[in-house]
Every structure is written in C-alpha cells, then in structure tokens.
C-alpha cells in the first residue's frame, strides 16, 4: 500500500453551499479528508472580484498560511489592512482575527493549517470587518 494520496484540489467539493454560499461569488474546497492529512489541512478557496468575505474568524489552536495564487486580495488581520499580490504568503496565528478581500480581478488562495484541529477550532464573527 502506497504511503502517500493524491488529490486535484480543483476536484474536492466545493464546501462554499454548505456554508450558506454561492459557489461563483466564494467557493470553498477543504482537501484534508480527501488526501487523509495527519497533521495539517489544506483548502483552495476562490473569491469573485471585489467580494469581502463576511465575517472574520480566529482558531483555538491552528494557524493558517494564506498564499495568494492567483489575482490581488487584502487582508485585515486584528486592525491592521495587509495588501496582497500574487505569491504573496501570509501566516496567521490562531488568535489572529483574520478576513480576506479579493481585488478587482478575484482572488484565488492555497490556505495550509496546522495542526490537524478538524471541525470546532474555529470561531468566526459575522460583520467583523464593515468598514
């Protein structure tokens, strides 16, 4: 038995409708369970252009890597506004409130989590950022 799984992340389903979603405007693919992950997470997520997610959130124990793959974003992290570019990496602590806006053109992430938490880490905050 081979050691190792692989997974298109563009194949994964999209978790953006369970989540209340439209998967044109955001969508949301949680890869963890299809490649059996032990020790971290990860998810390709899509924003349509200039489509702020509406609500922030932090972790109870995992943090996040957010690389920007395609597009241009912003990032508000606690108070501070952080403008992202393509190939942009960003770690976030899990007590971090962290929420994503994608720029003109969209936004698409590779966002990598660890530790392995599963479901019940994360707490968001609906509104949090309405500037």
Not at 70 to 92: F, N, P, Y
Not at 101 to 110: D, K, L, M
Request: proline share 8%; aromatic share 8%.
């Amino acid at each position: 038995m081979a050691g190792y799984t692989v997974q298109k992340l563009t194949e994964v389903e999209d978790q953006a409708p369970n989540f209340g979603f439209d998967p044109e405007i955001y969508s949301i693919r949680m890869a963890r369970n299809p490649l059996n992950c032990e020790h971290c997470g990860i998810t390709l997520s899509h924003l349509s252009p200039n489509f702020r997610v509406p609500f922030g959130h932090t972790h109870n124990r995992q943090e996040e890597i957010y690389i920007l793959v395609d597009g241009s974003a912003r990032m508000k992290l606690d108070d501070d506004v952080v403008e992202l570019e393509q190939w942009t990496a960003v770690r976030v602590p899990p007590e971090t409130m962290r929420a994503i806006e994608s720029g003109p053109e969209g936004a698409r992430f590779i966002v990598v989590g660890a530790p392995n938490t599963g479901p019940g880490d994360g707490n968001v905050e609906q509104g949090w950022w309405n500037d």
